[in-house]
Structures are given as C-alpha cells and as structure tokens.
C-alpha cells in the first residue's frame, strides 16, 4: 500500500479543559516556547488575555484559542507527515517543524520546517471550534 496516496492525511480534536490543565502545572511560557514558532510566539504575545482561571472566559480568550487551534492543528500535520518526511531519529519532526499562519482571508496556512526553520514544503489545514472542542484536519504531500 506503500506509495498509494499522494498525501499523507491527519486530524486531532482538543478538549479545551485538557489545555487548560496542562497550562494550570506549568508556567504558560513554557509550553508556548516548546510549541510555537518565533513568529507564531510573537503572534500569541501580541493577543490580549483574560484570566484563565475563569472557565466562563476560556472561549473568549484569545490566547487560550490561539494555542488551543495552533496545538491541534499541529498534531494533525504531525500525523499526516510521520511517513512522509525522511528523518533521522536526532531530527524527530516535533511542533516547531509546523508553522501555522493566515492567508489573506483568514485562511489557515500550514508551512512546513526543517530542523534549522527553514522552509521545506507546504501542507494543507482546517481547524473548526465549537463549545470546547477544537478539531484540525491536515494533508502533506508526499513529495516535498
């Protein structure tokens, strides 16, 4: 079956309180560091904040919303790449090999990085969010 489709297809769905737990034991810097890209980091601190231990503030947050979007769609293309793209065990593709940015109509773009943040190719992204629940669907061609 090997060589069958020409894209590599993944999806992840994220429970909102499960973020918000993860973000409640560790310093939020933290996690955005090891996730977020410098310019996707410089995008989230940019945002305004509410409190985040407010549950009734968790869907208006827009920081809460960037890393949730940001988190699931990274898994989706994590997923749709694991195959796909040639690595070493010292280069396992991780978060900051995607980079997730808007299009001219507020459209999600999905980049694709090598080790050093140098782009290698271009992915497809959908993210969708409903109550709390945030599910991203992504492709990667096979051939970058």
């Not at 040639?86 to 299009?103: A, D, S, V, Y």
């Not at 959908?126 to 629940?133: L, P």
């Amino acid at each position: 079956m090997s060589g069958a489709f020409a894209h590599g297809i993944g999806v992840d769905i994220l429970h909102l309180p499960r973020l918000l737990s993860l973000l409640s034991r560790r310093p939020i810097s933290n996690f955005t560091r090891r996730i977020l890209t410098p310019s996707e980091l410089a995008e989230f601190q940019g945002l305004s904040s509410t409190d985040l231990s407010n549950p009734t503030s968790i869907l208006s947050n827009p920081q809460t919303r960037f890393l949730a979007t940001r988190w699931a769609a990274k898994e989706a293309a994590y997923k749709a790449s694991i195959y796909l793209i040639p690595t070493m065990k010292e280069q396992w593709m991780g978060w900051k090999n995607f980079e997730i940015t808007r299009g001219s109509r507020g459209e999600p773009l999905l980049t694709i990085l090598d080790g050093s943040g140098k782009k290698i190719g271009n992915g497809q992204v959908s993210i969708s969010h409903d109550g709390e629940y945030v599910i991203a669907m992504a492709t990667v061609p096979q051939k970058l």
